[in-house]
């Protein structure tokens, strides 16, 4: 095994299962193009079979050096701290960071913007650490306002409004309240 | 060239609106390229309707000049936060991020603004005074396969910096052409891994997969410092760098304002692969390489110099041949659209005022980015006492509208925290993250032409290798490529398993 670890094992198998999943994918648009001989297929299979070889390569390099880098690579900031999860207290803490973002980008179809941001610009204040619940409501509400002077006053930005009663109605009240302030404002 | 110049000057000068034009293009280029989600693209797409209403030598005078300053406003976000605002503020980050946190913001910041300027304004001078001869020369000399054999040394250098290993450089740059060939194939049209969601043929945008891999993730890796309990607050710098330590990268200045020109004057290529090269020339000539992205000052010199001096560059294949070389060049076109003109040689002879005011303002602009970035740095220098707390839910979400607003689908937002997440785990890994975004912006330039180079040179690779810069291009990437595999190789077998 070398210095290999079940990590390294992991990370190879996922960049393998990469090539494999796209080189099978890649046979649903194998067509001829009549002005290019190498088709729809000659330029994502050969990025593919460079990414098996350079995979291989990799493996080779983690087999007898370990996590070890390169000595004079150039470009690499000096390694972060190493994070020591010790706790599933800290793995849901890790899950918290990366999973939140994904589900308000998820539920902005549905809710829209303009409903689900001021949930999301708390959540992320939490997440940072912060308890204070006077900063968390403050930063929010100073940082909704900013956003919609900008996107909704000013630029007119068309953003999600959502598809779900009674999130589309919120959505649907501010810009009507935002139509009736430039009408106002013209008068 | 001079009283072309002048006459150029005299005509923005003496307009109290294009004044104003002018200003509001040099202060909106610079918030807009600082600000990680709205770049200065997002900006030119939102003026783009108004400019109807401005006059044509106006409204490209304004795109001009929000290219120039906002190359420069990317940087600042590189190195205080290593987020950078454009990808080609990416190898900035490299060095200016680690300076910040040596507490030396104000050194990068300050080196960042002078070298901007030097470049730019370098780049504005050759412009002016050799847009028709390099433009002739281009014609001549640049078709497809000097292009693609460009891209192929752009990709090389590219993997030999970022990556803990060059395998891992090069895995980088690969997953970035992959994601790339997502969406419509550049010569048939053919639908690939759309996986059955139709919002997929038009392939993963830019803007979307870049603002992920690097502001999200960046915003993830201090989420998880925070939560784990190891988040330091950096260091705020102000001491500027010395004439002395400017004076000390002369070489280096002037090696990356050719790089930059060179790259920058090739279309499709731009400022993204002028940055990189130029960092990539920087440490390849450099004798204390390995001193190259843990604070080296020159690390940020020479990205800057390169990235700007492309701006005046990338003006000429537009101007002169009608080509836009990037995004915001492309919208250049549509102002002079909207005005029932058409770049290309004739607008040299059918509109010179126009070309006149926009050389004019580029220069100024540039001369500008030195006087204001100067000003303000010690102001900016204060965005590192906000608490993150607050900037983060406001980067995440100028992130989020501006992935939205590109094509108004959800699904952009979705990529975008999705390369986030991505992002995250490979630079935990130590994989490359400029790598990958230089992938997917330079993968479909890359295939399209490979494949027209292909097609002329009916598929005989020794017509290929006969054209001189496509010979010379192809060789150094070679050269590089070549010496990464051995010194990894020689690395793996050097050491005992």
């Given at each position: 095994?070398?210095?290999?670890?079940?990590?390294?094992?992991?990370?190879?198998?996922?960049?393998?299962?990469?090539?494999?999943?796209?080189?099978?994918?890649?046979?649903?648009?194998?067509?001829?193009?009549?002005?290019?001989?190498?088709?729809?297929?000659?330029?994502?299979?050969?990025?593919?079979?460079?990414?098996?070889?350079?995979?291989?390569?990799?493996?080779?390099?983690?087999?007898?050096?370990?996590?070890?880098?390169?000595?004079?690579?150039?470009?690499?900031?000096?390694?972060?701290?190493?994070?020591?999860?010790?706790?599933?207290?800290?793995?849901?803490?890790?899950?918290?960071?990366?999973?939140?973002?994904?589900?308000?980008?998820?539920?902005?179809?549905?809710?829209?913007?303009?409903?689900?941001?001021?949930?999301?610009?708390?959540?992320?204040?939490?997440?940072?650490?912060?308890?204070?619940?006077?900063?968390?409501?403050?930063?929010?509400?100073?940082?909704?306002?900013?956003?919609?002077?900008?996107?909704?006053?000013?630029?007119?930005?068309?953003?999600?409004?959502?598809?779900?009663?009674?999130?589309?109605?919120?959505?649907?009240?501010?810009?009507?309240?935002?139509?009736?302030?430039?009408?106002?404002?013209?008068? | 060239?001079?009283?072309?110049?002048?006459?150029?000057?005299?005509?923005?000068?003496?307009?109290?609106?294009?004044?104003?034009?002018?200003?509001?293009?040099?202060?909106?280029?610079?918030?807009?390229?600082?600000?990680?989600?709205?770049?200065?693209?997002?900006?030119?797409?939102?003026?783009?309707?108004?400019?109807?209403?401005?006059?044509?030598?106006?409204?490209?005078?304004?795109?001009?000049?929000?290219?120039?300053?906002?190359?420069?406003?990317?940087?600042?976000?590189?190195?205080?936060?290593?987020?950078?605002?454009?990808?080609?503020?990416?190898?900035?980050?490299?060095?200016?991020?680690?300076?910040?946190?040596?507490?030396?913001?104000?050194?990068?910041?300050?080196?960042?603004?002078?070298?901007?300027?030097?470049?730019?304004?370098?780049s504005?001078?050759?412009?002016?005074?050799?847009?028709?001869?390099l433009a002739?020369w281009a014609i001549r000399n640049i078709g497809p396969p000097e292009i693609f054999a460009l891209v192929f040394f752009g990709?090389?250098?590219?993997?030999?910096?970022?990556?803990?290993?060059?395998?891992?450089?090069?895995?980088?740059?690969?997953?970035?052409?992959?994601?790339?060939?997502?969406?419509?194939?550049?010569?048939?049209?053919?639908?690939?891994?759309?996986?059955?969601?139709?919002?997929?043929?038009?392939?993963?945008?830019?803007?979307?997969?870049?603002?992920?891999?690097?502001?999200?993730?960046?915003?993830?890796?201090?989420?998880?410092?925070?939560?784990?309990?190891?988040?330091?607050?950096?260091?705020?710098?102000?001491?500027?760098?010395?004439?002395?330590?400017?004076?000390?990268?002369?070489?280096?200045?002037?090696?990356?304002?050719l790089v930059g020109f060179f790259c920058g004057i090739l279309p499709g290529i731009g400022a993204t692969l002028a940055?990189f090269m130029?960092?990539?020339?920087?440490?390849?000539?450099?004798?204390?390489?390995?001193?190259?992205?843990?604070?080296?000052?020159?690390?940020?010199?020479?990205?800057?110099?390169a990235n700007?001096a492309a701006t005046g560059a990338a003006m000429i294949p537009l101007?002169a041949l009608?080509l836009p070389g990037g995004?915001?060049t492309?919208?250049?076109?549509?102002?002079?659209?909207?005005?029932?003109?058409?770049?290309?040689?004739?607008?040299?002879?059918?509109?010179?005022?126009?070309?006149?005011?926009?050389?004019?303002?580029?220069?100024?602009?540039?001369?500008?980015?030195?006087?204001?970035?100067?000003?303000?740095?010690?102001?900016?220098?204060?965005?590192?006492?906000?608490?993150?707390?607050?900037?983060?839910?406001?980067?995440?979400?100028?992130?989020?509208?501006?992935?939205?607003?590109?094509?108004?689908?959800?699904?952009?937002?979705?990529?975008?925290?999705?390369?986030?997440?991505?992002?995250?785990?490979?630079?935990?890994?130590?994989?490359?993250?400029?790598?990958?975004?230089?992938?997917?912006i330079l993968?479909?330039i890359g295939?399209q032409n490979?494949?027209q180079g292909?097609?002329?040179?009916?598929?005989?690779?020794?017509?290929?290798?006969?054209r001189?810069v496509c010979?010379i291009l192809?060789?150094?990437?070679?050269?590089?490529?070549?010496?990464?595999?051995?010194?990894?190789?020689?690395?793996?077998?050097?050491?005992?398993?």
């Amino acid at each position: 095994m070398g210095r290999l670890t079940t990590s390294h094992i992991i990370e190879t198998v996922v960049w393998g299962l990469i090539v494999i999943i796209f080189f099978g994918f890649s046979f649903e648009f194998d067509r001829e193009i009549e002005i290019y001989k190498f088709g729809a297929t000659g330029w994502p299979r050969t990025i593919l079979i460079l990414l098996a070889l350079v995979t291989l390569g990799n493996l080779f390099h983690l087999y007898r050096n370990g996590s070890i880098g390169e000595a004079g690579r150039v470009g690499q900031s000096e390694p972060d701290d190493e994070m020591t999860y010790n706790s599933l207290r800290d793995y849901s803490k890790l899950l918290a960071i990366l999973i939140g973002p994904l589900i308000y980008a998820i539920l902005l179809k549905p809710v829209g913007f303009y409903f689900l941001t001021p949930f999301f610009i708390s959540y992320i204040i939490v997440i940072f650490g912060e308890r204070s619940l006077k900063f968390i409501l403050g930063v929010t509400l100073l940082l909704y306002l900013i956003l919609l002077l900008l996107f909704m006053v000013v630029l007119n930005a068309p953003l999600p409004q959502g598809n779900m009663s009674p999130f589309y109605d919120y959505s649907a009240f501010l810009l009507k309240l935002n139509t009736q302030l430039k009408q106002l404002s013209i008068w | 060239m001079i009283e072309h110049f002048l006459a150029g000057s005299a005509t923005l000068f003496g307009d109290p609106f294009t004044i104003g034009v002018f200003i509001f293009g040099v202060l909106g280029g610079m918030l807009f390229g600082a600000i990680p989600g709205v770049s200065m693209l997002t900006l030119c797409a939102i003026l783009l309707p108004f400019t109807a209403q401005l006059t044509a030598s106006q409204g490209v005078m304004l795109f001009a000049v929000i290219y120039c300053t906002g190359t420069y406003g990317g940087a600042i976000t590189a190195i205080l936060f290593n987020i950078p605002g454009a990808p080609e503020n990416a190898p900035t980050a490299f060095d200016g991020y680690p300076m910040t946190q040596q507490g030396k913001a104000g050194k990068a910041v300050g080196a960042a603004v002078l070298c901007s300027a030097i470049g730019g304004v370098a780049s504005a001078i050759v412009m002016m005074a050799a847009t028709e001869p390099l433009a002739k020369w281009a014609i001549r000399n640049i078709g497809p396969p000097e292009i693609f054999a460009l891209v192929f040394f752009g990709l090389a250098v590219a993997s030999s910096v970022g990556g803990k290993t060059m395998w891992k450089g090069w895995m980088s740059v690969l997953l970035g052409l992959l994601i790339a060939t997502i969406g419509q194939d550049p010569v048939g049209g053919i639908n690939r891994y759309n996986f059955g969601f139709a919002d997929l043929a038009a392939g993963i945008a830019f803007v979307p997969s870049i603002l992920g891999f690097f502001a999200v993730s960046e915003i993830f890796v201090q989420a998880e410092k925070k939560a784990m309990g190891k988040f330091t607050a950096p260091k705020v710098g102000l001491s500027f760098p010395t004439f002395a330590e400017i004076w000390f990268h002369k070489i280096a200045v002037v090696r990356s304002i050719l790089v930059g020109f060179f790259c920058g004057i090739l279309p499709g290529i731009g400022a993204t692969l002028a940055a990189f090269m130029g960092y990539g020339e920087a440490v390849r000539w450099s004798k204390d390489k390995t001193s190259f992205g843990k604070g080296n000052i020159e690390g940020v010199i020479s990205s800057e110099t390169a990235n700007n001096a492309a701006t005046g560059a990338a003006m000429i294949p537009l101007l002169a041949l009608g080509l836009p070389g990037g995004a915001l060049t492309a919208m250049m076109v549509a102002v002079f659209q909207m005005h029932d003109l058409e770049p290309g040689p004739l607008v040299f002879y059918n509109s010179p005022d126009l070309i006149w005011v926009v050389f004019a303002a580029m220069f100024y602009a540039n001369l500008c980015i030195l006087f204001i970035g100067l000003l303000e740095t010690k102001t900016i220098l204060h965005l590192l006492k906000v608490p993150f707390q607050f900037l983060a839910p406001l980067i995440l979400l100028l992130a989020s509208i501006g992935s939205y607003i590109g094509r108004g689908l959800v699904l952009d937002v979705m990529v975008m925290f999705g390369a986030g997440i991505i992002g995250f785990l490979l630079r935990r890994s130590g994989y490359s993250i400029p790598g990958i975004v230089l992938g997917i912006i330079l993968g479909k330039i890359g295939e399209q032409n490979f494949a027209q180079g292909m097609q002329m040179v009916h598929y005989d690779l020794l017509t290929y290798l006969s054209r001189p810069v496509c010979l010379i291009l192809i060789i150094a990437g070679s050269l590089t490529l070549l010496s990464g595999i051995y010194k990894a190789v020689s690395t793996s077998l050097n050491s005992k398993a």
